[in-house]
């Protein structure tokens, strides 16, 4: 026994070594959010209401921990 605490085996070939991806909701929301912005200036106010309920729901429902 070497004093660790946890043991992870280390992948024996490159087909084991996987790389998993995780997009969240809220900051694909806040990227739209942001290049709406950009594209359209003159909607800021309705841009960042839409957003705020958005966030909002999202928070409220919880569904910031579903993984795409």
């Not at 660790?4 to 085996?9: A, G, I, Q």
């Not at 995780?22 to 839409?50: D, T």
Request: no cysteine.
């Amino acid at each position: 026994m070497t004093g660790e605490l946890f043991h992870y085996p280390r992948p024996t070939r490159i087909k084991d070594a996987a790389m998993n991806i995780h997009l969240g909701l809220a900051p694909l929301v806040s990227l739209i959010a942001g290049i709406l912005i950009l594209i359209m200036p003159r909607l800021l106010n309705y841009i960042v209401a839409l957003y705020l309920i958005v966030i909002g729901v999202i928070g409220l429902l919880g569904a910031g921990n579903y993984r795409f």
